[in-house]
Structure formats: structure tokens, C-alpha cells
């Protein structure tokens, strides 16, 4: 073999050692590697020893009271927020717990990926086992305050969470993997209830295919999003369908077997009466109707 060849060869196998070393990541820690959405990176510094359940950092979550809520970040929770689906496939499959909550707002990857709709990652965080009907404080999650309540607890789900933004194939995806569709959040209100208020009609149907509680009374009257009064107690889902005019959502909770002569217990008030005061006259002629 010549000089020119012998040099060749070394180099070819220089090469050879080099290439096919120990893979490198492109980022110095899982956190960076989630950030930029590096699933080869992830999977190589996790193969390294990384620690799955190690923190992510702090977020700053601008809720539906329009406050920011700062929450401590587990690596889970940064991949859910970011929507991304692989890697939190494979942090989950390397054992990150699915159901750690952060120490400021109590809330889970379940519940972030439900709040920014990432329905692929809810989906994946379920299929790895994520207790779909933990219940979270996450102060600021509801719209408005409610009369006479001084909001120390906020307790509610992923579920409901899905319902008040309106996700239906985050509400599917959640039903069909046993979310309890009758659990009440702290005020009272049911996802049915929510659903009814807020006008989401198909997730309305979806829910009573599940089983709701066409009849489930809240604590408080008025709007579920609204102000309302705790001794006023008995509100209905017809009723907040009534109330916001949600005519196809009412004839769907009649034909459910919804009590049109429930009252509330404070003033007494039927979904009827509620629909006269607010000059729903459609509505009015289907509940007497109903009565027939």
C-alpha cells in the first residue's frame, strides 16, 4: 500500500470513529431541547441520564380574569403548554409524573394542554394514563366573581375547563376516557351547565350522551359565568340556556327530560320565568309547550 492510499485509509477510519461516536445533543438540557422543539435532542439527553421530572422554569399564564398567574413548570408541563405531542410521548414513557401540579396555581399538563387547546397532547397524556378527573385550583380560571364569595377555592377540572373554551374534540377525547361529566366545580356548576350557559350546543348533546345530569342544580343563580348570589341555589342548566336565549340548546335539554318547573330556592324563579323577563318569547312558547 502506498503512502497516498495508507493516508486515506487512516483518515476513512478516523472518520468512521468519529461518526458513529456517541450521538450529541443539540441543546445542553431537556428544558432547552423542549423549548425548541428538539424531539432527537430530548430523546438523546434523556438516554443520558436526564431527569424527566426535573423543573421547567417559570410561565406566567394569563387567565380568563385577564391576570397573569405565574406557575412552576415541570418539563411535562413546559411540553404541554408548548403543544408539543412527541415529546411529551416519550417524557411520559420515561416516567415523568403525569399528575405532579405546580406549587402557585395547582394545575397539571392535563389541564394546560386542555386550556390551549393542544388536543393531540391531551390525547397523549390520557392514553399515558393521566388521571382525567383530578381536581385543580387554578384561581382566575372562571370569567367573573361571584357575589358573596371571596374565591379562596376554585376547585374544578379538565373537563370543564375544555366545556368553558369550547375544545369538543378535547371534551370527546376526555368522555370517552371516563372524565366524570357529573362532577360539580366549587360554585356548583356542572360541565353541562357551563356547556348550556356559554351555548356550545354539540358539546351540550355530547355530554347528555354521557350521562349528564340534565337536572343538576349549582349553588348560585344567574349566569355561570356571571354574578350570582349563594343563597339563591337551585340553578339548572335550562335555566342558564334560558337565560343567555340559547333556544336549540333548550329544546335539546327538554327533549333530555330537563324540569321546567324546577325553582330556585331564593326567589323562586322557574326557567319560564326566567325566559319572560328576558323577552325570549320563542323559548316561552317552547316551555309551556313542553307542558302539554
Known sequence: MNKSKLLSALFLAAFMLTSCGPAKPKYASLSE?????????????IANGADVNGPGGEYELVMNDGMGHEIKMSLLMK??????????????????DLNAKDENEGLNALWLAVFFGHAEVVKT???????????????GWNVEHYE???????????????????????????VTAGANVNTAETHGF????????????DIVKTLLAAGADVNAQAHFFHSAFGKGHRKNAGHTSLMSATGKGHTEIVKTLIAAGADV????????????????????????????????
Do not use: C
Not at 190 to 195: G, H, K, N, P, S
Open 33 to 45: 431541547a423542549i423549548d425548541a422543539g428538539d424531539l432527537k435532542s430530548a430523546k438523546i439527553l
Open 79 to 96: 411540553a404541554a403548554i408548548g403543544g408539543r405531542t412527541k415529546i411529551v410521548e416519550t417524557i411520559a414513557a420515561a416516567g415523568a
Open 125 to 139: 397524556l390520557v392514553a399515558a394514563g393521566a388521571d382525567v378527573n383530578t381536581m385543580v385550583l387554578g384561581k
Open 148 to 174: 358573596d364569595d371571596p374565591h379562596e377555592d376554585e376547585s374544578h377540572t379538565a373537563l370543564m375547563v375544555a366545556v368553558q373554551k369550547g375544545h369538543a374534540e378535547i371534551v370527546n377525547a376526555l
Open 190 to 201: 356542572t360541565a353541562l351547565i357551563i356547556a348550556a350557559d356559554l351555548g356550545h350546543a
Open 261 to 292: 318547573n324546577a325553582k330556585t330556592s331564593y326567589y323562586g324563579e322557574t326557567a319560564r320565568g326566567i325566559a319572560e323577563r328576558n323577552n325570549f318569547h320563542e323559548i316561552v312558547t317552547l316551555l309551556d309547550e313542553s307542558q302539554k
